[in-house]
């Protein structure tokens, strides 16, 4: 199938638009993540809990859950 000018430069043209979508979404400054399985969980804060008390320290042996949401 023999591509047209047009079609060639509509290709080159989605090409760039999508490079850059997907470079500007990108996070140059990403700190590295040091976080592996078997680590101590890191410190969990929050300005307002919706439900219970509110944690002091997670105990070992037991599951904790943490549920949030976020709006865009």
């Known amino acids: ?19 850059f979508i997907l470079f500007g979404t990108m996070d140059l400054n990403a ?8 680590d101590q969980a890191p410190p969990v804060k929050a300005t307002k809990w919706l439900k219970g008390k509110p944690m002091t320290e997670l105990e070992k042996g037991k599951i ?6 976020a709006t865009w």
Do not use: A, P
């Open 31 to 38: 700190q590295k993540i040091t976080l592996r399985v078997g």
């Open 1 to 19: 199938m023999k591509q047209t000018i047009k079609q060639k430069q509509r290709n080159v043209i989605t090409l760039i638009v999508m490079l």
């Open 64 to 69: 904790h859950v943490v549920e949030f949401g």
